[in-house]
């Protein structure tokens, strides 16, 4: 029997966040989750989902003729067979991006595969779950996502990047403001930040930063599945 794989949806849109924001993207969304970060807006991936053969998953990637795929969660790396899938996508000449918390193993990826790390800050609620050692194996391909919660959260993240050289490492350094959620239907609820005032922050300390938005909310109500 093909190795298999928890997945919770497969869909095409386009990426809204990361450098390729903006281009058509295919979206592999595997079940299952270790944290619980306050602001999360996908906990309907902690659970569910269908087992789908590897063979039936990049089949279903390829009827949507799209060179980008990225491979998400839930915590996609939990599922050891996810591996095999991102290097049956890479073989067949797709561009895939691993969306993953600092908090999983990066060091077993197939090196083609564009790892997209979110270091959990302390506002998340996780921060202390970071696996430190995956810096050590960030490439110059790979980028590294930071929610900022508020200044303390910025404060951190800056700290953070100025020490391990991230700037200088990693194709980009990408912090998000964190989105306002409803603390009736998350763990913990969050306010949200202005984006307008983490950028003030950024200008006013010359941060070689990437500001960005997720901007599939931009354009459809925040709260649609499946693009």
Excluded at 97 to 111: M, N, P, R, Y
Excluded at 187 to 194: D, F, M, Q, T
């Amino acid at each position: 029997m093909s190795e298999r794989l928890q997945i919770n949806e497969i869909f095409f849109s386009i990426q809204g966040e990361s450098t390729r924001a903006g281009l058509p993207c295919v979206f592999v969304r595997l079940t299952g989750c270790h944290l619980r970060c306050h602001y999360c807006d996908t906990e309907y991936a902690f659970y569910g989902g269908k087992a789908k053969s590897i063979d039936a998953v990049l089949a279903k990637v390829a009827e949507f003729n799209c060179d980008l795929v990225e491979v998400t969660g839930g915590e996609p790396l939990l599922q050891p067979n996810v591996h095999l899938l991102m290097t049956r996508l890479c073989d067949v000449g797709k561009t895939v991006l691993l969306e993953t918390s600092g908090a999983s193993d990066i060091s077993v990826c197939d090196q083609r595969v564009i790892r997209i790390v979110d270091l959990k800050t302390p506002g998340s609620g996780e921060g202390h779950r970071n696996l430190w050692s995956n810096l050590e194996h960030l490439t110059e391909q790979d980028e590294v996502k930071l929610v900022i919660c508020d200044r303390n959260d910025y404060d951190w993240a800056s700290s953070i990047i100025r020490k391990h050289r991230l700037v200088e490492r990693v194709a980009a350094v990408l912090f998000s403001p964190v989105a306002s959620v409803d603390s009736g239907a998350h763990i913990a609820g969050s306010p949200g930040l202005a984006i307008e005032e983490l950028t003030q922050w950024v200008l006013e300390d010359r941060l070689a930063v990437r500001i960005q938005t997720q901007l599939h909310k931009l354009i459809w109500d925040p709260m649609t599945r499946g693009v």
